[in-house]
Nanobody
Framework: PAQLAESGGGSVETGGSLRLSCAGSGNIYSMYCMGWFRQLPGHGREEVAAIAPSGVFTYVADSLKGRFTISRDKYTVYLQMDNLQLGDAAMYYC?????????????????WGQGTQVNVSS
């Protein structure tokens, strides 16, 4: 299995930026898909973005395109979040999974990080 360690969360004002990082280790075949999900209290996890090796495929939720960018360097994945809004405040989780055609389903992801909190204030 993969082990994932997130960093980079914190507090920003609306319009600000944050960059999340997630370093993966362990079974490299379990880290074909790497991505980010977020979760608000009382809600399910929402897929934010995902990426395959070498960026051959990327996915960003439609509502976040233009503000969120995912990138990857081998088994470290980054989420650049710009123009943050109040609705972006959540716990953000890094996730990884084995080969998948699109890396766009939560069931594609088998390993999860502990999460990093993002707070946005007006």
């Amino acid at each position: 299995p993969a082990q994932l360690a997130e960093s980079g969360g914190g507090s920003v004002e609306t319009g600000g930026s944050l960059r999340l990082s997630c370093a993966g280790s362990g079974n490299i075949y379990s880290m074909y898909c790497m991505g980010w999900f977020r979760q608000l209290p009382g809600h399910g996890r929402e897929e934010v973005a995902a990426i395959a090796p070498s960026g051959v495929f990327t996915y960003v939720a439609d509502s976040l395109k233009g503000r969120f960018t995912i990138s990857r360097d081998k088994y470290t994945v980054y989420l650049q979040m710009d123009n943050l809004q109040l609705g972006d405040a959540a716990m953000y989780y890094c996730a990884a999974g084995p080969f998948s055609l699109q890396c766009s389903d939560i069931n594609d992801f088998k390993a999860w990080g502990q999460g990093t909190q993002v707070n946005v204030s007006s």
